[in-house]
């Protein structure tokens, strides 16, 4: 017994090859492309993502660099204007304690002069005194 396919089937069996091959050509092809196409972007985005991690490191160790560099400056600025402000005030206190020696010394000699003139007046008045009362005593006396 032979069975003889029946028109029906080769029918379907013609659809079914020819909607293979349209879904091939019309779906599953471009499909693919764009899968493929979708993965280089993938690959050429990590590489420029890598890329730019690469730079950005370059440019964040180049900073840090310039960073502390700078620091640096800045601390050996602040040391030499801190020294020259501690030479400042070295130099001032040296200054004030000058004055304050020369207008201690003049004050001592003031006081000495007036010292001086304080006992030759006390000196003239006692002797002026001790004539008066001498006098007194004299006159009560006689």
């Known amino acids: 017994m ?7 089937a080769l029918v379907v069996s013609a659809l079914v090859v020819l909607l293979v091959l349209v879904l091939k050509s019309q779906f599953f092809e471009p499909l693919a492309r764009t899968m493929e196409a979708r993965e280089e972007n993938r690959a050429e985005a990590r590489r420029r993502r890598q890329g730019a991690e690469a730079e950005a490191a370059r440019t964040e160790a180049r900073l840090s660099e310039a960073l502390a560099e700078v620091r640096r400056v800045g601390y050996r600025e602040m040391d030499r204007v801190r020294q020259e402000a501690g030479e400042r005030a070295e130099r001032s206190l040296a200054e004030s304690r000058e004055r304050a020696s020369r207008a201690l010394e003049a004050g001592k000699r003031s006081l000495r002069e007036e010292s001086a003139h304080a006992a030759v007046e006390l000196e003239a ?10 006098a007194r005593v004299l006159r009560r006396a006689s």
């Open 2 to 8: 032979t069975i003889i396919p029946d028109l029906s």
């Open 125 to 134: 008045d006692a002797e002026s005194l001790a004539s008066e009362l001498a």
